[in-house]
């Protein structure tokens, strides 16, 4: 059975960092893209980060790009991305994916508040 489950979120003020982590399992992680993407309320779903399976190729969000890294560690099974610099416009359920736009199976998702 297929499962991503993350893990991670909270609260931070302004200017905080947080690592959120997937951990995934019904799949071999080493074949397959993934990514994050962030859902506030009352606003579209965006795709924050991904990461392909092949390549080392990395992309990002212009809203987060020097501030957000997403990594993976394929021998645990695990997807992580760190979030420094959180501004309260970060604020919002993020979810970890597969593949990256469209995406196809995804967790339920951490809760990230960024506010003072």
């Known amino acids: 059975q297929v499962e991503l489950v993350e893990s991670g979120g909270g609260l931070v003020q302004p200017g905080g960092s947080l690592r959120l982590s997937c951990e995934v399992s019904?799949?071999?992680?080493?074949?397959?893209?993934m990514g994050w993407f962030r859902q506030a309320p009352g606003l579209e779903r965006e795709g924050v980060a991904c990461?392909?399976?092949?390549?080392?190729?990395?992309e990002y969000a212009d809203s987060v790009k020097g501030r957000f890294t997403i990594s993976r560690d394929n021998a645990k099974n695990m997807v992580y991305l760190q979030m420094n610099s959180l501004k309260p416009e970060d604020t919002a359920v993020y979810y970890c994916?597969?593949?990256?736009?469209?995406?196809?199976?995804w967790g339920q998702g951490t809760q990230v508040t960024v506010s003072s």
């Open positions: 990461t392909y399976s092949t390549g080392g190729k990395i």
């Open positions: 994916a597969t593949p990256c736009g469209p995406y196809d199976i």
């Open positions: 019904g799949f071999t992680l080493d074949y397959y893209t």
